[in-house]
């Protein structure tokens, strides 16, 4: 699942192909992408020119000259830029065509992902964003606490919740833990304030690094030709060796997210 690091890549990555760009017409060839009526998403947008592409979380924000709109990319989903007419692949769902006669494709494998029209001037105080909680980046120490601390939920749990902290997916979840030396099932009312706050730091530190190696490269991600680096840094996501203590790495189902870690050095 594209998480925090690989959705801003692509933001960065789609801002250098389509600002400035007018949509001409939209074809949507699976409806339940498009949350809502998905003519009136279509005859909100056509005619609109894209004037900036914002992050918030794992969401995408596309900014046009009157209306936005939100894209969760959930498992699979991606953009690709088509500069030259091409055969509709069976997984691109909806395309976006510019009056350049460019096209703005979303392939999605399982079809989870979704758009949403939004208010341009006041979508971040709109659901599905009003919801989520700070950024890493932007947490704060006490109220991360008290939400982590009263509840019983596994730390790995508790990190890949929306409301607490948002961005922070399962890749990054697994890192986060190993370089916290926690045991990823450890209940999160466990954690004393000063290890929060570690918490915070590490996760600001994992992800900050993780954008600048363009996020990591597993399964669909791809950002128009971009490929992550962040794999090649990866200590114990989809690794068989512990890097400290050379140890195996145990992979767990931790409420049904594949969980890895090492046993000897995440002690409870």
Do not use: W
């Not at 953009?79 to 692949?89: G, K, R």
């Not at 494998?109 to 001037?121: A, S, Y």
């Not at 400290?244 to 995440?266: D, P």
């Amino acid at each position: 699942m594209p998480e925090l690091p690989e959705v801003q890549t692509v933001r960065q990555t789609l801002k250098n192909f389509i600002l400035g760009k007018t949509i001409k017409d939209i074809e949507i060839y699976h409806q339940n992408i498009v949350v809502g009526d998905a003519d009136e998403f279509t005859r909100r947008l056509k005619g609109q020119t894209i004037i900036d592409i914002d992050r918030v979380g794992k969401y995408l924000i596309f900014i046009l000259s009157k209306d936005a709109f939100v894209s969760h990319l959930r498992m699979e989903g991606k953009y690709n830029i088509i500069e030259e007419p091409t055969p509709i692949n069976k997984h691109e769902h909806v395309v976006f065509i510019f009056d350049d006669g460019t096209q703005l494709r979303y392939h999605d494998t399982r079809k989870f992902g979704r758009m949403e029209l939004v208010d341009k001037d006041r979508y971040r105080d709109e659901l599905p964003l009003a919801k989520l909680g700070p950024e890493p980046q932007e947490a704060r120490v006490g109220d991360v606490y008290d939400k982590i601390h009263r509840s019983s939920l596994a730390i790995k749990t508790l990190l890949l919740d929306q409301h607490i902290m948002a961005g922070i997916g399962n890749i990054y979840a697994n890192e986060i833990c190993f370089e916290m030396g926690i045991n990823p099932k450890m209940p999160g009312n466990k954690l004393s304030k000063k290890r929060v706050e570690q918490l915070i730091e590490v996760s600001k530190e994992i992800l900050t690094e993780a954008i600048k190696q363009g996020g990591t490269t597993i399964h669909s991600f791809d950002a128009n030709g971009v490929s992550g680096l962040f794999q090649t840094k990866l200590k114990v996501h989809t690794q068989k060796e512990c890097p400290t203590c050379k140890g195996a790495i145990t992979k767990e189902m931790v409420n049904g997210r594949g969980t890895y870690y090492c046993k000897k050095c995440q002690r409870r």
